[in-house]
């Protein structure tokens, strides 16, 4: 028996259509006289909507215009299945009152529900009289996340390797894992043929072929002049603090190299500044480095008299100041915190007179009496090895069995090849592919000389094999043109497990999929819900979906200017990522329903953010969940530091930045991109006092060509204005104008600040369950969503209300949607929708 959504001819009947609203718009029992005459919604019809569309719409979408391509003038709204496709897109411009544009005659509120309701319900009765599910992608290349996921899972390790892989780009901005924009080139073989030497030789307990340099860079914004991270000692300054995964037990060298001035001297050498490089909080070695630091020339000597020019004033100040900045120590396999951070203390002591500065230095002064400053941290190795492997986890997972003599080589060899290669191919193992596995097996002892070479060669095989690397999915043979199919059991394993997991499936979800009991509905669900409830889903959904839905991965990338915010540096970056990660978390983990999101009475902090919010009684570097002292200024996603940063200039904050952000991540009307040529927002000239944002962006919105998505755009950034560049709470902006975050909203919604605007969304739960959904899909599917996906999301967004839009009821309504279990033949759908990486080609 097949869940009830996987045979299309089934949907009629859970697909209801009666009473459906517009998201956010209830049905008005009537129309107000302003174009339409009032009248029942059931009676509603076509005739109706052609007076409206010829009222509002034919001014600008007639056969002359045809503005944006489109026109309406000869459209039948009794078949508009015909233009579904333009018809979806109509549908998210009337949600967001984007249409008609500024300044011509708008319908009233209760016209746009009628209108959005009424085409939702048309288009939902035809989908069911033609239903589409898109087309699965054929070939679909992990991404890195997903190779980094699966090796570790596969293999029993615990490594990092995503760094090693080249980039994975985003389509339309959106998420990484879309199969149509991921290449398969020769380059990423050559990387995986890499990375799979590596891992596998770690794994197998061999020794990696050279030692790896890993060197991790401070950006050169970042204000050093304060403690940088928790994992410092307090009285700490400046520095770095990293979490490296060292492959093996042995010996290890950490290099610490020195920012340099535009001379490539070393900032800072005037005086003596002390430098602790720690292991886990452990004291490695203690530097001091400049002034008149034992056993090293003092450089003050140089600048009393005389130009500083000397062999020996050039050499220290380029590169023997630093030298010996180097230390090898011993460091156990795994994940440990490499910190390297200054001694706090004053540039220049009080009271204590100092030389006078003569010749040329001080040009170079600042630079010279400067703090000084970490550029970046490198550690190498291994250079030795301790070879006592024999108890590691992923010697104990891979070698199931252990040859005692020659003649059980080859059969213990299949036994430990042929069940890793299931669990990595996703599949049965045939009799073919043992054979190409012993082949390689025999390679690598021939070669290497032992058992564990053989092995460790046959699985770099593995991990570089495209039937591992690509999720491929086939239509029956003989399939009709255009003939809507079910994905086999197997395939619908695979493709549950990289969307909720991002990892092949496990053991358990392998054994059903064989037994060919997965499509059993109660089964099928069984295992959804115990998916997850495994800590590994909650993990996926937070790091991969969430951190690319909420633009999470751009902190790293927001380059704050610390100059106007020198309390943005390093410790308050990590404490805004992981605030919203536990936030997320905790309502996945908890099945809770999405709306809280927007609005909570707690998130969670740890010392340093609670005093950027304001929370008091709040101590140490432990985060933990903290109650907001008041909920009008603070709580849900909208008042995060994370998301109100990465929605920021460096400078200044951005009302359109932030206002296109809600509308595109959380609203789901994104406003289209910006025309050619639009004009940047004028600045003060020299000697004119600076204007606010407000009225630079009102001049701006006197462009004809700007209104139409201003209006919309502007008055979702100006209720978050209370919150500057990082997020902290404010009176008063940049330039010391009141802050002004009132916003008239079209229709005749009015926001005088952040509580509003979060009291306006909750108002309209279903516009954000919307928006999610559509998210979410576009991430299971790994495609875009297209317009014929429309109706299954709304469906989705129905049924989930009744289960107050828990986290589950969404998930759940997404893997027995029809895209999700169904795939229809090629000729049956638009082109974009089967397109493949035409990279793949090249490597073949």
Request: aromatic letters at 10%; one cysteine or more.
């Amino acid at each position: 028996m097949k869940p009830i959504w996987k045979s299309c001819k089934h949907l009629g009947l859970i697909f209801g259509i009666s009473g459906l609203t517009v998201i956010g718009i209830p049905f008005p029992s009537q129309i107000a006289s302003n174009g339409v005459n009032a009248q029942e919604q059931s009676d509603f019809s076509a005739q109706d909507m052609t007076q409206i569309a010829n009222q509002y719409c034919l001014a600008c979408h007639n056969d002359v215009l045809a503005t944006s391509g489109l026109s309406l003038q000869n459209i039948d709204f009794k078949d508009i299945n015909n233009n579904a496709e333009v018809f979806e897109k109509v549908v998210k411009k009337l949600r967001a009152h984007m249409m008609p544009p500024s300044g011509m005659p708008r319908p009233d509120f209760e016209t746009y529900g009628v209108m959005t309701s009424w085409l939702e319900s048309e288009l939902d009765r035809n989908w069911l009289e033609n239903p589409n599910p898109g087309r699965v992608t054929p070939i679909h290349r992990m991404n890195r996340y997903e190779y980094n996921n699966a090796i570790n899972n596969l293999l029993g390790i615990d490594v990092d390797v995503m760094e090693l892989l080249p980039g994975d780009p985003t389509a339309d901005g959106s998420f990484d894992n879309i199969a149509s924009a991921l290449p398969f080139t020769p380059a990423h073989m050559e990387r995986y043929m890499s990375v799979a030497r590596q891992v596998t030789r770690l794994a197998t307990g061999l020794p990696p072929l050279i030692p790896s340099i890993t060197n991790y860079e401070i950006p050169l914004y970042m204000s050093q002049d304060w403690r940088q991270t928790e994992d410092m000692p307090f009285g700490s300054r400046g520095g770095i603090s990293v979490r490296h995964n060292f492959q093996y037990d042995g010996e290890y060298t950490i290099k610490i190299d020195l920012e340099t001035n535009y001379q490539d001297y070393v900032k800072g050498l005037g005086w003596a500044q002390t430098l602790d490089v720690r292991l886990d909080g452990k004291l490695l070695e203690r530097f001091t480095i400049g002034g008149d630091a034992p056993g090293t020339p003092t450089p003050l000597s140089f600048s009393g008299t005389g130009e500083p020019g000397s062999i020996d004033w050039e050499q220290y100040m380029l590169y023997k100041a630093t030298e010996g900045l180097e230390i090898t120590v011993p460091v156990t396999a795994g994940p440990h915190s490499v910190t390297a951070s200054y001694v706090r203390q004053q540039v220049i002591e009080e009271e204590i007179p100092q030389p006078r500065q003569g010749g040329r230095l001080p040009a170079n002064s600042e630079a010279y009496l400067d703090y000084q400053k970490i550029h970046a941290i490198e550690i190498g190795g291994p250079y030795s090895i301790d070879e006592n492997l024999g108890d590691a986890p992923s010697r104990q997972l891979i070698f199931s069995c252990y040859p005692d003599q020659l003649s059980e080589e080859a059969s213990c060899a299949r036994e430990i090849l042929t069940r890793i290669a299931r669990n990595a191919y996703r599949r049965s193992i045939t009799e073919n592919d043992s054979q190409i596995l012993l082949s390689f097996f025999n390679r690598g002892r021939e070669q290497g000389g032992s058992f564990d070479e053989g092995i460790q060669f046959a699985l770099e095989f593995i991990l570089s094999d495209p039937d591992f690397l690509i999720r491929s999915y086939h239509a029956p043979a003989n399939l009709a043109d255009g003939a809507t199919f079910d994905l086999s059991d197997a395939e619908l394993a695979t493709r549950l497990a990289f969307f909720l997991w991002s990892s092949p499936p496990d053991e358990e979800l392998l054994q059903v999929a064989e037994s060919g009991t997965l499509s059993d509905p109660q089964i099928y669900e069984q295992q959804v819900r115990r998916m997850l409830k495994e800590d590994l889903a909650t993990k996926t959904l937070v790091e991969d979906f969430a951190a690319q839905w909420l633009n999470l991965r751009r902190l790293d990338e927001v380059n704050i200017n610390t100059v106007l915010f020198p309390q943005y540096d390093v410790s308050l970056i990590e404490a805004f990522e992981k605030e919203t990660e536990m936030f997320v978390a905790e309502s996945i983990k908890t099945d809770s329903s999405i709306i809280k999101l927007l609005n909570s009475d707690h998130t969670y902090v740890n010392e340093r953010l609670a005093r950027h919010y304001e929370i008091e009684n709040v101590y140490g570097s432990r985060f933990r969940k903290a109650t907001f002292p008041d909920t009008d200024k603070r709580g849900g996603l909208l008042a995060q530091g994370a998301l109100l940063t990465v929605t920021s200039y460096p400078g200044r904050t951005s009302p359109v930045l932030r206002g296109k952000w809600l509308l595109d991540n959380l609203l789901g009307t994104p406003p289209p991109p910006p025309p050619p040529n639009v004009p940047i927002l004028p600045e003060a000239e020299a000697g004119q006092i600076p204007t606010s944002i407000r009225e630079r962006l009102a001049q701006h919105r006197e462009d004809p060509v700007c209104s139409s998505c201003h209006v919309v755009i502007d008055p979702l950034g100006f209720a978050l204005e209370n919150f500057d560049v990082i997020g902290t709470w404010r009176e008063f902006d940049e330039v010391g104008n009141p802050v002004d975050p009132n916003g008239n909203y079209p229709g005749g919604v009015e926001f005088s600040g952040f509580s509003d605007l979060r009291d306006w969304m909750l108002s309209r739960p279903e516009q954000f369950a919307h928006t999610l959904t559509e998210k979410l899909m576009t991430y299971a599917l790994g495609r875009r969503v297209e317009y014929y996906d429309q109706p299954v999301i709304r469906q989705i967004v129905r049924e989930a209300s009744e289960e107050e839009y828990k986290w589950s009821s969404i998930i759940l309504g997404i893997v027995n949607s029809p895209a999700f279990t169904s795939s229809m033949a090629p000729s049956g759908i638009a082109a974009n929708d089967t397109q493949v990486p035409s990279q793949i080609a090249d490597s073949d």
